[in-house]
């Protein structure tokens, strides 16, 4: 019929399988939650980086009545281009820009931190240069046009 031997013989193999499944479970639940953890760290570093490089339009429109719709790069404005043919200005790209960029720690709430630049100079620029390094750069911008 029911052997107990054999049956004693078992149990420690039992056991030790018992062991390993849950050590498994133990392992797969650890790193299911270090998952979870990592993803919602990653989640929330993105945001705070959105929001550092979120600029407010009323912030934009300040910065560029400061700095006169000029770029503070190449020098280009509005008023140069409507003296050259009038309404010619209202087709100048201007764009709000992290003096000190989002990647080295500056933020969108800092009116100090932003400046005017038009879109040929904002791309150049990107977050790696500073203003000097992409003035040193073009070959472009008012100086040239007054040659």
């Known amino acids: 019929m029911f052997d107990f031997d054999e049956l004693a013989s078992t149990v420690p193999f039992l056991r030790f399988l018992v062991i390993v499944v849950l050590a498994a479970l133990v392992v797969i639940t650890l790193r299911y939650m270090w998952q979870r953890y990592l993803i919602r760290n990653q989640k929330k570093h993105q945001r705070d980086i959105s929001q550092r490089r ?17 770029c503070q790069i190449c020098g280009i404005s ?5 003296d050259l043919c009038p309404g010619l200005g209202d087709y ?15 933020t969108g709430n800092d009116i100090d931190n932003l400046q005017c630049l038009c879109w040929r100079c904002n791309r150049k620029k990107g977050g790696n240069k500073t203003n000097q390094e992409v003035r ?7 100086w040239y046009l007054e040659e």
């Open 54 to 70: 979120y600029i407010r339009a009323s912030d934009k429109e300040a910065v560029f009545e400061r700095d006169n719709y000029t």
């Open 78 to 82: 509005r008023d140069y281009l409507d």
């Open 92 to 106: 100048l790209l201007l764009e709000a820009d992290h003096i000190r960029s989002v990647k080295r720690g500056g």
């Open 136 to 142: 040193d750069e073009i070959d472009y911008g008012i």
